[in-house]
């Protein structure tokens, strides 16, 4: 059974970073995309980043970087200048499967 389990948010100031992980386990060969969403309060879960085994990508905006390794089933969100805005609960996703999510929150 494949578990996503996420790792790495935590409490920071505006303009701090901080990087995720997301760790497919059970997982024997990984097909299609990966990717990161994020849900604020009162706001509906939106898309992030995402990554395909091949190694391309997209991100909401540049301060977003995802990169994986694919031999660890393993993928990344690299969050740079956080701002307020930014602060929500994070989740992995994968072919229709969602980690439990972590909260990033970002004070000004």
């Keep these: 059974q494949v578990q996503l389990v996420e790792s790495g948010g935590g409490s920071v100031q505006a303009g701090g970073s901080l990087r995720l992980s ?14 990161w969403f994020r849900q604020a309060p ?21 301060r977003f970087a995802i990169s994986q390794d694919v031999a660890a089933n393993t993928i990344y969100l690299e969050m740079a200048m956080l701002s307020p805005e930014d602060t929500a609960i994070y989740y992995c996703a994968y072919e229709g499967l969602w980690g439990q999510g972590t909260q990033v929150t970002v004070s000004s």
């Design 22 to 35: 997301c760790r497919a386990s059970g997982l024997t060969a990984r097909l299609g995309c990966m990717g």
């Design 42 to 62: 009162g706001k509906a879960r939106e898309v992030v980043a995402r990554i395909y085994t091949g190694g391309g990508s997209d991100s909401i905006n540049g």
